[in-house]
Nanobody, 127 residues
Framework: QLQLVESGGNLVQPGGSLRLSCSASGDGLDGYAIGWFREAPGKEREGISCISRSDGNTYYADSVKGRFTISRDNAKNTVYLQMTSLKPEDTAVYYC????????????????????WGQGTLVTVSS
């Protein structure tokens, strides 16, 4: 069974950059659509970026569009989230999740009920 592990969270100053990684075990990530979600204190979990299984189609929430980039390296069984121009409001626990191979990124991030999640990694943006 697919298991996901996030890494790369850290404390960073406003305007800085981080790259998060979502690594898989138990199955190949190339069989799934993958998304990044975040949960800030007192706020609902937000789907911020999702990527399709194979055609490179992506979705970004308005809150991160132009600053974050999702990518996948199926050979390394890893999906990345490159975050730039970080803001204090980006502070959250970031999770990756997996969905059916047919899942379209916009629907995965915004509407889908997902069952496969990592444990999360904390990103803190503060001076």
């Amino acid at each position: 069974q697919l298991q996901l592990v996030e890494s790369g969270g850290n404390l960073v100053q406003p305007g800085g950059s981080l790259r998060l990684s979502c690594s898989a075990s138990g199955d190949g990530l190339d069989g799934y659509a993958i998304g990044w979600f975040r949960e800030a204190p007192g706020k609902e979990r937000e789907g911020i970026s999702c990527i399709s299984r194979s055609d490179g189609n992506t979705y970004y929430a308005d809150s991160v569009k132009g600053r974050f980039t999702i990518s996948r390296d199926n050979a390394k069984n890893t999906v990345y989230l490159q975050m730039t121009s970080l803001k204090p409001e980006d502070t959250a626990v970031y999770y990756c999740a997996a969905d059916l191979p047919s899942s379209r990124p916009q629907y995965m991030c915004r509407y889908r009920y997902l069952e496969i999640w990592g444990q999360g990694t904390l990103v803190t943006v503060s001076s």
